[in-house]
C-alpha cells in the first residue's frame, strides 16, 4: 500500500532564506509523485509533478523538487522564499499506469518570518 | 476554464440529519474525485468517477455515505444521519483521462460542521 510522510508539520523560514521541505513515500510499484500547496482559504493548486524521466522537476512559482528512487524521496526545494509563499504544503503520490486516486502527506505548514 | 465548483461552501447541520453537497466538475473532465480533509490532516482519498462510473471507494466511505454522477457531469456527495465526526472539508476534484499522472483540479471545498 502506498503511503506518504512528510517529516516536518512546520517549517519556520526567514524571507529571502532558502527552504528544503522533506517527503519520503513507500509503495511497491511505479508512482507519479505531486506537491500541492494550500493557500489560507484557497483550493489546493498543483506546484509540479514527476511522472518520468529527469529526476529534477521544476514547478510554478520558482519552486523546485529532486525524485530519489533509492532513498524514496520526493523533497522540495526554493531558493529564496517570499512571504507569499505562507501556505500548506501537501506531498503526494498516485501508482501505477492508472494513477487514479491520490494519496497525500499530513501536510507542512511553511511560514516566512519578515 | 471556469474551475471546479462545489455547492455550498460551508454546511451546517445537526447530529442525525442528511446532508448532500453538488460538485461540478471542469467541462469535458471525465474524472471527478471526492476527498474528505479534516483539521490539520492532508485530504483522503472517499471515491471516484469516470464518466457516469464509479470506479473506487475508499473503506473511509460507509454505509452512510453515497456518491452519484448520473450523467457524467455533475456529481453528489449524500451523508445520511451524519455524526460529529463527519465534521470536515469535503473537497472535490476532475481530471481530463490523458493517461499518465493525469492532473486533478481542486475545487474549494464544502466546510460541514456537525453540532
Known amino acids: 500500500a502506498q503511503s506518504v510522510t512528510q517529516l516536518d508539520s512546520q517549517v519556520p523560514v526567514f524571507e529571502e532564506a532558502p527552504v528544503e521541505l522533506r517527503c519520503n513515500y513507500s509503495?511497491?510499484?511505479?508512482?507519479?509523485l505531486f506537491w500541492y500547496v494550500q493557500y489560507p482559504n484557497q483550493g489546493l493548486q498543483l506546484l509540479l509533478k514527476y511522472l518520468s524521466g529527469s529526476t529534477l522537476v521544476k514547478g510554478i512559482n520558482g519552486f523546485e523538487a529532486e525524485f530519489n528512487k533509492s532513498q524514496t524521496s520526493f523533497h522540495l526545494r526554493k531558493p529564496s522564499v517570499h512571504i507569499s509563499d505562507t501556505a500548506e504544503y501537501f506531498c503526494?503520490?498516485?501508482?501505477?499506469?492508472?494513477?487514479?486516486?491520490?494519496?497525500f502527506g499530513s501536510g507542512t505548514r511553511l511560514s516566512i518570518r519578515p | 476554464d471556469t474551475g471546479v465548483s462545489q455547492d455550498p461552501r460551508h454546511k451546517i447541520t445537526k447530529r442525525g440529519q442528511n446532508v448532500t453537497f453538488r460538485c461540478d466538475p471542469i467541462?469535458?473532465?471525465?474524472?471527478l474525485y471526492w476527498y474528505r480533509q479534516t483539521l490539520g490532516q492532508g485530504p483522503e482519498f472517499l471515491t471516484y468517477?469516470?464518466?457516469?462510473?464509479?470506479?473506487?471507494k475508499s473503506r473511509l466511505l460507509s454505509d452512510r455515505f453515497s456518491a452519484e454522477r448520473p450523467k457524467g457531469s455533475f456529481s453528489t456527495l449524500e451523508i445520511q444521519r451524519t455524526e460529529q465526526g463527519d465534521s470536515a472539508m469535503y473537497l472535490c476534484?476532475?481530471?481530463?483521462?490523458?493517461?499518465?499522472?493525469?492532473?486533478?483540479?481542486f475545487g474549494p471545498g464544502t466546510r460541514l460542521t456537525v453540532l
Open positions: 468517477f469516470q464518466n457516469e462510473a464509479q470506479l473506487e
Open positions: 509503495s511497491s510499484v511505479s508512482v507519479y
Open positions: 467541462s469535458e473532465h471525465n474524472r
Open positions: 503526494a503520490v498516485s501508482e501505477g499506469s492508472s494513477a487514479s486516486k491520490i494519496i
Open positions: 476534484a476532475s481530471s481530463k483521462l490523458a493517461g499518465r499522472g493525469d492532473e486533478q483540479f
